[in-house]
Every structure is written in C-alpha cells, then in structure tokens.
C-alpha cells in the first residue's frame, strides 16, 4: 500500500500531562482544540487547549458535576457541550466567556456525536442513532443552531422536499467548511450530501460508498473534487482517498516524517485538513497539499 506523509502536530504527553483527554477537535479555522478533565473531589474540571500557529492557548472552565464531551469557540466565547441528556427541557450547551463566567445555556437534544461551529456563531450538531431514535431534537440526524440556541436548520425538512435524500440513521461523519457549506456523511447508506446556505444540497451515492474501504468512517477532509477519509470499519489504520469526479478510491497508509507508519486510534477532520490521533501524538494530513504533489 503506498505510504502518505502526515506531520506531527502535538505531543499529547506533554501538552496535557497528568489531565484526561476527553475530546480533540478542530476549529473553524482548522486549529486543534483539545477538552481534557479531572476530578477534584465531587467537582469535574476541564481545560481547553487551543492550538494555533502562535502557540498554545490553556482556558480553564469552572467547576462542574458532570464531564463535557465537546467544545468549539463560539464567537469571542467557547462552548461546552454534555453529548448525553434524558429529556427536552435539561441545558447540556453552556457559553463561557474568557474570565469563566457563564454567558448562557441551551438545550442540544441527546446523543450528539459531532459539535462544530462557525465564525458567524451557527452550531452545527449531528447525533448518532440513540439520539435519531430517541426522544429529544436530535431525531433529524443533523441540526443547526443559532448562538442562542434555537434551530435555524433541521436536515428532516430538506428531506422532506427532496426525497433523493435519504435519512439519516446516524452521523457517522460531519465537515463544517464555512458558514455556507457543510459536508455530512452518515448510516445507513454512507452517502455524502452537501448543503449550501442551509436550502440547496448536492448528493453522492454511488456503490463505491457503500462498500469498503470506505464504508463506516468517522472523519474525512475535503479538497475540491476529492474527499480524504480515515479509516472505516475494515483496513484499521489507513486513509482513503474518493474522488467525485472519477467515482475512485485510492488507499494509503499514513506515515510520519521519518516513514515510520502511524497507527492511530482515531481521526478528527476540518476543511482540507485530517488530523490522525494515537496514544501519544497528533499528526496532520492536508488534503490540499497531498493533491499538489501527487
């Protein structure tokens, strides 16, 4: 299998050292953002790790009872997200400002698997299958909020005036690339949609996305006319490179700078940019320049 250079991004061991990762992400501006937790007696305390081209940014959030899942800046403020929830009513989205003070909540719904935001403040959620098929907002598969948390668009309603779209069963994949465009690939058919100014949308569904390799991954990039995914639910440890154009798949094996292979865990993608996260380092693949020099 041919090899694909990534870069090493972040030592995790050292950025965090003795705190929990709970969550590693990717901002709007393709930036890492990383939620780590500990517990200090009954009170859970989270740290923020921003990671720009300036460095490293630590934000410290106040004590709370339960561990957020997710976060993403919002505006000059970030947002922390508790991904599990039992009814309609019960805020699991709180906005902290910088001094840790408490801006607002909302309500989310249940079963959020991705939490995306963009410089304009929309929240972008997809949910997995027990919060499609649960009780709360979420059954829509993907949903859009404003900074105060009310809806401005529901995947369900596109759905219901084009009926090409199918359902989603669970959000398998999300790639919020600016304010107007929107990437979601999800269960049961692994269909990539594209949505533009939240009304018009673009749809792939060929039978190349329902087979391996790339059936079942959880984070892709995007440049162009191809789509870079990490691995499905086969070929643990490679990247899969889809174009729209020619409807091919070509897989590689990621290796880092000394073309060492990297055996990552799992992936987070943004934009052009797939990051592959192991026990100890994050590494950065950009689509962008890997189709400059292929």
Known sequence: ???LRAIRKVNLEQLVENENIQNISVDY???LVI???TKDGGDTLHSIFHVTASGVRKIFVPPVKEAFLHV???REHWLLVNGRVMDNQTHNAFVYDDQQGLVTSFHLGDGIEHV??????DIWVGYFDEGVFGDTIGTSGLLCFDQKGDIVFDFDALVKLNKKIPLIDDCYALNVITNDIVYVYYFGD???VALRHKSEYELWK???LKRPPIEGSQAFSIWEDHVLFSHGYKEKGTVHLYSFTQKSVKSYLPVNEEGEVIHYEFATGRQHLLYLVT???VYQIDLKLCLSSF
Do not use: H, K, W
């Open 1 to 3: 299998m041919r090899p």
């Open 29 to 31: 501006n393709g930036n």
């Open 35 to 37: 939620l780590s937790v």
């Open 72 to 74: 993403q800046p919002l």
């Open 116 to 121: 995306q935001t963009t410089d304009q403040g």
């Open 190 to 192: 692994f269909p990539i």
């Open 206 to 208: 060929d039978q190349l």
């Open 279 to 281: 026990e100890n380092t």
